[in-house]
């Protein structure tokens, strides 16, 4: 049965799903992409279902991965915050990619537009790529 806390965890969840990339808007795609990046037993659309619905809430570590995966603090996706306040947090930042993002260049800018196109899986193998090839480009620059 849906308490006042297992509602308010729904609402976060749906709030922080609504500007996920891919949007997430069904229990079978919910499950799908939170089973892409949880490293322990997966989940049932079944689950998903009763997350978006009130009827459960996730234990903490499938709402540490579901914070990691939606760019929001666990603290706020499990409690909300201290306010009791329903509106999404800012995006978390590494420091490290807010500094880089500065000092982009218009090319750089027009590549990450483009691959925000494509699907997760074709985003991966992009990835894998650029990582073997920068792997390879430090290799060689040691010689």
């Known amino acids: 049965m849906p308490t006042d806390e297992k509602i308010a965890f729904t609402k976060r969840l749906k709030t922080a799903l609504k500007r996920s990339n891919p949007?997430?808007?069904t229990p079978v795609e919910l499950?799908?992409?939170f089973n892409l990046r949880h490293p322990n037993e997966s989940i049932?659309?079944?689950?998903?279902q009763k997350w978006l619905?009130?009827?459960a809430k996730p234990t903490a570590d499938k709402i540490e991965?579901?914070?990691s995966w939606l760019a929001v603090s666990p603290h706020w996706l499990r409690f909300g915050?201290?306010?009791?306040?329903?509106s999404i947090p800012p995006m978390?930042?590494?420091?490290?990619h807010s500094n880089m993002n500065a000092s982009l260049s218009e090319s750089e800018v027009a590549l990450v537009s483009q691959?925000?196109?494509?699907?997760?899986?074709?985003?991966?193998?992009?990835?894998?790529l650029v990582e073997q090839l920068a792997a390879e480009w430090r290799g060689h620059s040691r010689t």
Do not use: C, F, V, Y
């Not at 978390?92 to 490290?96: C, S």
């Not at 691959?115 to 894998?128: G, V």
């Open 92 to 96: 978390r930042q590494n420091k490290t």
């Open 23 to 25: 949007k997430i808007t």
């Open 115 to 128: 691959m925000r196109l494509l699907s997760e899986h074709q985003k991966t193998l992009i990835a894998d």
């Open 44 to 48: 049932t659309p079944q689950a998903a």
């Open 31 to 33: 499950a799908l992409q």
């Open 65 to 67: 991965t579901l914070a």
């Open 81 to 86: 915050s201290a306010t009791g306040e329903q």
């Open 53 to 55: 619905t009130g009827k």
